[in-house]
């Protein structure tokens, strides 16, 4: 079955964030026109992140719009829509002492709307 799920995201290392930016940029205009860029990648929104570079400065990946298709879910702990808060008046300091936690999970339950390319 065709499913017709077209990229949104392009997600990349730290390392390629330039390229990528100047891969979607839409006021560039190639001296060449063999480097011109289709229409459909200029869409992607690109999407810089640091700790890929530790798997791979190369590799740089796809991902689909959720509105096309779950493929991460997020979810909180029950009974907590959101962050945490407590506050003590301090005794200690001067001031008033905030503890915020965040019980947060994910996990990616559809593949078909990410791709990974290894890079060169």
Do not use: H, M
């Amino acid at each position: 079955t065709v499913l017709n799920v077209r990229p949104a995201f392009l997600i990349v290392p730290a390392s390629l964030e330039l390229k990528a930016e100047q891969l979607v940029a839409q006021n560039l205009v190639p001296a060449a026109t063999s480097s011109v860029v289709p229409q459909s990648i200029r869409t992607l929104a690109p999407i810089s992140e640091p700790r890929l570079d530790a798997a791979s400065e190369t590799a740089w990946y796809l991902a689909a719009s959720p509105n096309q298709i779950d493929t991460i879910e997020y979810a909180y702990l029950e009974g907590q829509q959101g962050a945490y808060i407590e506050t003590r008046n301090g005794f200690d300091v001067d001031g008033v002492e905030i503890k915020c936690r965040l019980d947060f999970g994910a996990k990616a339950i559809d593949w078909r709307g990410l791709y990974k390319n290894s890079g060169a």
